[in-house]
Every structure is written in C-alpha cells, then in structure tokens.
C-alpha cells in the first residue's frame, strides 16, 4: 500500500467498531474487549457482552494484551531488520 499507516488506522477503527458488536465469540479477537475486561463499568460495557457472556478474567486480559503487543513488536523489528536501506553518499 502507499499509505500503509492510514489503511491500518482506518481498518483498526472499523474492525472494532463493526466486531464488537457481533454475537458470538468474534469480539475476543478485538483488543477493545481485553481492555474492557481489564476497567469494567457501566459506560464501558456493551449491550451483546452482557447478554452472551462474561467479560474475560484480567489475569487472562493481562496475558493477551502483553502477547499481542509481544507480537506485534516482534512483527515490527522483522520488517525493520529486512529493509535495506540505502543512505545518500
């Protein structure tokens, strides 16, 4: 892509947004549900959450929100090292 940072920020705001409310288990593959599982309250809770089931423990949020950012630096610094970069003489 040209603009790669741009597809991602608006993937990212639509993927969450359009997920969250989807029934089922899909909404544990947005990190939004990790967060509000880590700060529950009565704004933060969502209509579906309540009624197909518990928001996850915070030791597993935790864990997940780590492994995710885990992986995405990781995912980060093997672009980074395979890039060549070429400085002007």
Known sequence: ?????????????VWESIVTYIPGYIHRFTVLHYLQSLLPHASGQRGIQQIFGQPTSPLVSVIT?????????????????????VLPA
């Not at 892509?1 to 705001?13: D, N, R």
């Open 1 to 13: 892509f040209k603009h790669p940072l741009l597809v991602g920020f608006i993937f990212t705001l």
């Open 65 to 85: 929100l780590i492994l995710i950012g885990g992986g995405f630096l990781a995912l980060s610094c093997w672009t980074v090292a395979r890039k060549e970069y």
